[in-house]
């Protein structure tokens, strides 16, 4: 299982780290976080032995269905 995956998407570099999630409350258990040069864009559930393939699609969908938000507006979820 992958702690961290990187994907490239329109020449930017993105990485999604996973993380246990316990600063929560209530605990949502492991998430995976997007990142964007260190800053964090948004998370979302991360499932036990997830392929890295999947992760990345999971990046790719949300990169795409977020392309016209505002560049200081994408964290704010």
Request: charged fraction near 25%.
């Amino acid at each position: 299982m992958a702690n961290r995956v990187t994907v490239w998407w329109q020449g930017e570099e993105y990485d999604a780290v996973r993380k246990q999630g316990e600063a929560s409350d209530p605990d949502p258990g492991p998430v995976w976080q997007l990142l964007h040069d260190g800053a964090p864009l948004t998370s979302f559930a991360a499932e036990p032995s997830e392929s890295p393939g999947s992760v990345k699609e999971k990046i790719f969908g949300w990169l795409e269905a977020n392309r016209s938000r505002p560049a200081l507006d994408v964290g704010r979820q």
